[in-house]
């Protein structure tokens, strides 16, 4: 199955500070999010990036599907950015029709400090 | 409104007891999903439906059974839990779920902290 791989995987920053989260996936994807959970384990959808360049306030994103990696900039940093940044990639299920199965990476846990 | 809501948002439950998660959208969508989280993983995929319909098991224990209702309704009854079992459980649903080249976000709901003792 598709593997799925994010780096670093713990990040503390100072408020203020920029940072580059990066994703890298095994095979070809029809679709990648990223996503932010919150310390009380909402997951908050950030970016649908399937390819290109997207922003989004201090946020933005950048996937290269030929690559087979995404990257999250974070600028500015604040400390409600804080919690654990997941890439996932989505991945076609054959079983008599096609559904569609998300497969999450190992996560970034990210504390941004005061 | 992309708004997925799950109740309990808590639970705690013994090993003989009989428990189900609720997950509720009125976003249209026509698959939605039960995930399990441990602590300090990602997400793990357990069911999906598509059009109310079962269509991926990711060989979950008997334990856990998935039911949907209707197009807007996901249950998860839980029987015969193990401790090993607690865990965070996220619900998601996407528009169709099926692929042929479309492209889906999946928007997940808060999640119930399960807790077996």
């Known amino acids: 199955g598709i593997q799925v791989e994010q780096s670093p995987p713990d990040l503390i920053l100072q408020e203020g500070a920029n940072s580059t989260l990066r994703c890298n996936f095994s095979d070809s994807v029809n679709n990648l999010q990223w996503f932010h959970q919150n310390p009380w384990g909402q997951l908050i959808n950030l970016f649908y990036?399937?390819?290109g360049t997207k922003q989004n306030g201090r946020l933005s994103a950048t996937t290269v599907a030929t690559e087979r990696y995404s990257l999250l900039y974070i600028s500015s940093s604040q400390t409600t950015d804080s919690g654990v940044y997941f890439c996932?990639?989505?991945?076609?299920?054959?079983?008599?029709?096609?559904?569609?199965?998300?497969?999450f990476g190992t996560g970034t846990l990210l504390a941004v400090q005061p | 409104d992309t708004e997925v809501t799950q109740t309990p948002k808590h639970l705690v439950m013994g090993m003989t007891n009989k428990k189900s998660l609720k997950c509720e959208q009125h976003?249209?969508?026509?698959?939605m999903y039960w995930y399990k989280q441990k602590a300090k993983k990602p997400p793990e995929l357990m069911f999906v439906y598509s059009y109310e319909k079962l269509s991926i098991n990711e060989s979950v224990p008997s334990r856990f059974s998935p039911e949907c209702p209707n197009s807007s309704l996901l249950n998860l009854h839980l029987h015969a839990l193990q401790p090993e079992d607690s865990a965070l459980y996220l619900c998601?649903?996407?528009?169709?779920?099926?692929?042929?080249?479309?492209?889906?976000?999946?928007?997940f709901g808060p999640g119930t902290r399960l807790l077996v003792l």
């Open positions: 998601a649903s996407s528009q169709e779920g099926s692929s042929g080249g479309t492209r889906e976000t999946q928007y």
């Open positions: 990036i399937p390819s």
């Open positions: 976003m249209g969508h026509r698959a």
């Open positions: 996932a990639v989505e991945a076609v299920w054959w079983d008599g029709g096609a559904t569609n199965k998300l497969i």
